[in-house]
């Protein structure tokens, strides 16, 4: 993938030189795939991978008979034999000879994996799941949390988005400050780590350490969109200042480095420049000694762990690991980071991906949405609009998403994470705006994932589409993988759906959709946990109607779109017409005189409230 480290080195290393392209091309057909641009491509073949026995990971070099099935793969290969790892040319000569010689043994092979790949996960037990097995499975992760840290044990440590949240909502259900305290340690050390850019703004990839210390460089869309949609959620809760400088200085580096002229947003950073990783964000003292004088430069050593040895081969990486409890700086650091920043930006920068695609463009439009209302940045909102009008007009094709978008060029049709998180995005838009456009659009684009596809026999949805492109197998996963899973997300969506539709066949869809596929989510751990994720939403999530077009109503509602996004599904209803016709609350109105809020759970309202305050209450409770 484009801003991949070591997808580089195997290009310069091996696809660049005359040699080794020589034997490639005299052996075999080479295809080389954007694996963002064809994730359905990619899953299929790194499932493959795993079959064989392998970890897997990025480059995926994988060898395939004519037909596209798999039958033997790698990863990265180095173009000289290196530690135990075979040179590139040999392994392209060995494999070569045993297609040719021993046909056999391919089609072996070959069939074996094809029959691991159809292969679809089957249970006996009814999807029976409730509070107390969500529970359980948060106490079980909370074996998992590195209690210095935060996020899982060991290294390397990723955000584990999907995690956090789930143990978040564990916070939320029970009141046990337990989990809440894993995801305030997660989200700090991360955000004080060197993981987090502290000059620029927004989050790496992974770090490769324990400590969240040295990041693997490359920015990507989605993780900043999935920690800013975390840093929204807790800050509802906590209003925790680490959070909002963190969004604000996130935000900002989204504008300024990933936002496209046409409204959308880039893909990825890369994480390498002048061929090394790391060597745009990276620092020495004297460096630093140069652009802030002595004086200057010492006070920020200080506070960013920069030292004349460094902490990263011998260079630094700005981090505040060590004074992770000092929050907020004054205007003299501010000052001094940008002037730093301002020298960084002289620099060969990294390489930007600039391709948009519709699923990693939908998670950050609902983060946005979400961060707009927790931090009460109205002028995001803009943002997120206009990036979701992009998608919905140059991403659209007769009618119907496409996945990837670069200089005019549309790559149709659409994914169903696609779909997923797009749908995602125009739920958000409509709760925090009560614009019915967004809600019908998300109508449509429900009402196309299912009929184009769905999984009539086992539950749940094909990431391709019915008259997609014929691959080897029709790739259909519910696990999470760097993103939710496209199943998880459309699971809430449907919840959401339920509510403000007043559409019975929605909740007959949701409960469908976990049925089918709770059982096996129960035996996977952290696999299925956005599955997980929307099965709370389903049973303890709280209803938010609205009724009135006055400045009280306004008050409550902006009261209501401040509550945590993940839990809470807003309903503005100016009259009693407007709500749908068998909705719990719709009974209420005879009652009311004024602008009021109900909280609504299951088939039971809440009495009307009034004051912001009682809303608040009545949601905690």
């Not at 290969?77 to 075979?86: A, H, N, S």
């Not at 580096?253 to 060597?279: H, I, K, Q, V």
């Not at 920020?300 to 920069?306: K, L, P, S």
């Not at 391709?464 to 492109?469: G, R, S, Y």
Request: some cysteine; charged content about 25%.
């Amino acid at each position: 993938y484009a801003a991949c480290h070591w997808c580089h080195v195997m290009a310069h290393e091996s696809f660049e030189d005359a040699d080794v392209a020589a034997v490639m091309n005299e052996l075999f057909v080479c295809i080389k795939v954007d694996r963002e641009e064809r994730p359905d491509i990619d899953q299929i073949y790194m499932s493959a991978l795993h079959h064989l026995g392998e970890q897997g990971g990025w480059p995926l070099t994988m060898f395939l008979s004519p037909d596209g099935s798999p039958f033997w793969g790698g990863t990265y290969f180095p173009k000289l034999p290196d530690f135990g790892r075979p040179a590139f040319t040999d392994v392209l000569q060995s494999v070569a000879r045993v297609f040719r010689d021993q046909p056999d043994q391919i089609a072996r092979n070959r069939d074996a994996l094809i029959a691991r790949l159809s292969e679809r996960a089957t249970s006996g037990n009814p999807a029976n799941l409730g509070v107390a097995d969500l529970n359980n499975a948060a106490v079980a992760i909370m074996r998992s949390i590195d209690p210095v840290n935060g996020g899982l044990q060991g290294a390397p440590k990723f955000p584990q988005c999907s995690v956090i949240e789930f143990l978040w909502r564990a916070g939320e259900r029970t009141r046990d400050d337990r989990f809440f305290a894993a995801v305030t340690l997660t989200l700090t050390r991360m955000s004080q780590g060197g993981i987090y850019d502290h000059l620029g703004g927004g989050y790496a990839r992974y770090s490769v350490d324990d400590r969240w210390l040295v990041p693997h460089f490359e920015k990507m869309l989605y993780d900043n969109a999935q920690i800013l949609d975390l840093l929204a959620l807790d800050y509802a809760r906590s209003k925790n200042p680490l959070y909002r400088e963190r969004a604000i200085e996130t935000v900002d580096w989204l504008r300024r480095e990933m936002l496209t002229a046409e409204g959308g947003f880039a893909s990825s950073l890369d994480a390498d420049s002048e061929g090394e990783e790391g060597r745009f964000y990276v620092w020495s003292l004297k460096e630093i000694e140069e652009v802030l004088g002595a004086a200057d430069a010492a006070d920020f050593a200080a506070r960013y762990d920069i030292t004349t040895n460094g902490n990263f081969e011998r260079r630094n990486i700005p981090n505040r690991l060590k004074s992770i409890d000092v929050v907020g700086d004054d205007a003299h650091m501010r000052a001094l980071r940008e002037k730093l920043l301002a020298r960084r930006e002289s620099r060969v920068r990294p390489g930007l991906d600039d391709k948009i695609l519709a699923d990693w463009n939908g998670l950050m439009i609902a983060a946005l949405v979400h961060a707009a209302c927790a931090f009460d940045k109205p002028d995001w909102l803009q943002i997120a609009r206009r990036a979701y009008e992009f998608v919905r007009t140059h991403m659209t094709h007769d009618g119907r998403l496409g996945h990837s978008w670069r200089e005019g060029r549309l790559l149709i049709p659409a994914l169903a994470s696609d779909y997923a998180a797009m749908t995602r995005a125009a739920l958000a838009l409509f709760e925090a705006t009560g614009d019915d456009a967004f809600l019908e659009q998300a109508l449509r684009w429900q009402s196309t994932l299912d009929t184009h596809y769905a999984d009539i026999e086992h539950g749940g949805h094909y990431l391709t589409a019915d008259d997609a492109e014929g691959l080897i197998v029709r790739p259909h996963s519910s696990d999470d993988d760097a993103i939710p899973n496209h199943d998880g997300l459309t699971a809430q969506n449907l919840v959401r759906l339920a509510v403000l539709t007043g559409d019975a066949k929605w909740r007959d869809k949701i409960d469908g959709l976990f049925t089918a596929l709770l059982p096996s989510a129960t035996g996977r751990g952290f696999g299925q946990l956005s599955l997980m994720n929307a099965l709370d939403l389903r049973l303890t999530g709280a209803e938010i109607v609205v009724v009135g077009e006055d400045a009280q109503a306004a008050t409550l509602l902006g009261a209501a779109r401040k509550l945590p996004h993940a839990t809470s599904i807003v309903l503005h209803a100016p009259n009693a017409d407007a709500l749908p016709a068998d909705h719990p609350a719709r009974a209420k109105f005879a009652a009311v005189t004024q602008s009021a809020a109900f909280i609504c759970r299951g088939q039971s309202c809440s009495l009307p409230v009034t004051q912001p305050d009682a809303l608040n209450r009545l949601v905690q409770d």
